[in-house]
């Protein structure tokens, strides 16, 4: 496999007929389809909000429970990692045995009760804890909506579907941010930190940024009641009749039809799977990609601004009155340019949009870093910053979850899956975590300049490794990858 071109697997073109039948129904007739997968897509909604919303009430919580230094703060933002590594892990032999469908409704459970429970809570250990519950939530639904809806999607709009995932990302980032921004009552700009702690936002404030979790939680929670379960979940457990039915109302009678055949014989053919069965020399190579493209994803290093917005616009010379609306802004232009690739994912194809991604935000750190050793301040450093995640959210972000729930075999989806997903929460809890210390210890300078030979190296792996997978059935990529 030399990634320089895409899959082309015998008996394309009758399968791209019956591709181009399927986008005339899905986008013509079948609202079901695009319904179900806006269901299955609030959980990264909730994925978004939940990750975010601890950025806009760092300044108020450390404050109340008096976190002064690096390796506390660190601790208090990175917690809920080691939730969503818990629940990367829990959901791939879990979703494989009792199905993609009952692991996102505890998903959504987990979502409206830790909200709750870190709003609540009084001592640190027991925000910590909650956290921890929140990051499960998170490690479930970042693992089963993408897989879920590839799974459920004809091969011909499945870029755009499971795009639906991270465009949902985007907005719950997004209205984190409103809602802190809506929350926050205005800073005087000489407040001290006790000012600050006694203050509305310092007592009560950071609570409801937290609470409102629990509103889309509940919407999830009954959504995901009415929601099929996944056809091919439902095939590979020998429930062919029920699958079939499922597909006819997805697609139409001759798509059930050929994605059954499909999914038969690419069952007919695997074993057993376990985690040993990842192992196998066929396997390596594709399990191999899938998680460097997500420890990339994350290494890349766009999600220190979302969780440590408030030290990299002061860094910047704002305030962190101004620092709220600035967030609000970032979040807006990654919504926008979320639906950019929304717009090209099936069309420009998924390898052109990640070599975009990673040499542009190579370049734009690489300014962002000179811009902090010249101790540069001003608008032109939140553009820059904003630049960089506009190519974030129309390359990276939304294109490794497509490819990530694509590329692996049928029999060994639910397992790949995890481990390329807990992959990502580790790179990503090392991300997180080791930001305030490299911040600290190279500077903010240093530190951008890390992440830019970090896309620099990613760039250079995506040309050499990723083929292009647009139009393709996921049993056409399994053929194809296995070869």
């Given amino acids: 496999m030399t990634g320089q071109g895409e899959l082309r697997p015998p008996g394309q073109g009758m399968l791209k007929a019956v591709g181009a039948e399927t986008v005339a129904i899905s986008l013509g007739q079948n609202t079901y389809l695009w319904a179900i997968c806006m269901v299955a897509a609030l959980g990264g909604l909730l994925f978004g909000y939940d ?29 809920a990692l080691l939730g969503c590594l818990l629940g990367a892990v829990f959901s791939g032999s879990a979703s494989d045995r009792y199905g993609r469908k009952i692991l996102l409704i505890l998903a959504a459970l987990l979502f409206g009760v830790s909200s709750v429970g870190t709003a609540l809570a009084q001592v640190f250990h027991h925000f910590v804890m909650w956290r921890i519950v929140g990051g499960m939530a998170i490690g479930l639904a970042s693992n089963l909506s993408p897989m879920y809806i590839a799974e459920i999607s004809p091969a011909a709009v499945r870029g755009k579907l499971v795009s639906l995932n991270q465009l949902t990302i985007v907005m719950g980032i997004l209205l984190a941010q409103f809602v802190n921004w809506l929350i926050a009552q205005p800073v005087p700009r000489d407040a001290s930190a006790m000012e600050i702690l006694n203050s509305w936002n310092g007592q009560m404030g950071w609570r409801w940024m937290f609470g409102v979790t629990a509103i889309p939680s509940l919407l999830f929670f009954l959504g995901m009641l009415a929601v099929p379960e996944s056809p091919r979940w439902l095939a590979r457990n020998g ?9 006819r109302r997805l697609g139409g009678e001759a798509h059930s039809k050929q994605a059954l055949a499909e999914i038969r014989s690419s069952l007919a053919t695997s074993k057993k799977v376990n985690l040993f069965a990842l192992l196998d020399s066929r396997l390596v190579g594709v399990l191999s990609l899938g998680v460097s493209l997500a420890v990339f994803q994350q290494w890349c290093g766009i999600n220190v601004i ?7 616009f002061s860094a910047a010379g704002y305030h962190v009155s101004d620092i709220l609306l600035n967030i609000v802004i970032t979040g807006a232009v990654n919504l926008a340019f979320t639906l950019v690739a929304i717009a090209l994912v099936d069309k420009v194809g998924r390898r052109k949009l990640m070599l975009f991604g ?39 972000a939304p294109v490794t979850w497509v490819v990530i729930s694509e590329i692996f075999p049928n029999h060994i989806r639910g397992a790949a899956m995890s481990v390329a997903v807990t992959s990502l929460w580790i790179a990503s809890f090392i991300l997180t975590y080791t930001f305030p210390i490299l911040n600290r210890g190279v500077g903010p300078a240093g530190t951008f300049w890390i992440y830019a030979g970090i896309c620099l190296a990613g760039f250079l792996f995506i040309r050499w490794r990723l083929p292009e997978t647009k139009g393709q059935t996921l049993e056409e990529i399994e053929q194809a990858l296995a070869s």
Wanted: charged share 20%.
């Fill in 51 to 79: 990750w975010v919303v601890i950025g806009g009430a760092k300044p108020f919580y450390e404050k109340f429970f008096e976190l002064r230094n690096g390796s506390e703060q660190g601790w208090a933002m990175s917690c």
């Fill in 239 to 247: 429930r062919h009749d029920e699958a079939e039915r499922i597909l």
């Fill in 306 to 312: 979302f969780s440590y917005a408030e030290e990299v």
């Fill in 358 to 396: 990673s040499a542009a935000l190579a370049l734009i750190y690489g300014l962002v870093g000179f811009g902090f050793y010249r101790h540069s301040r001003g608008v032109h450093m939140l553009l820059l910053v904003v630049v960089a995640i506009a190519c974030y959210a129309m390359s990276l």
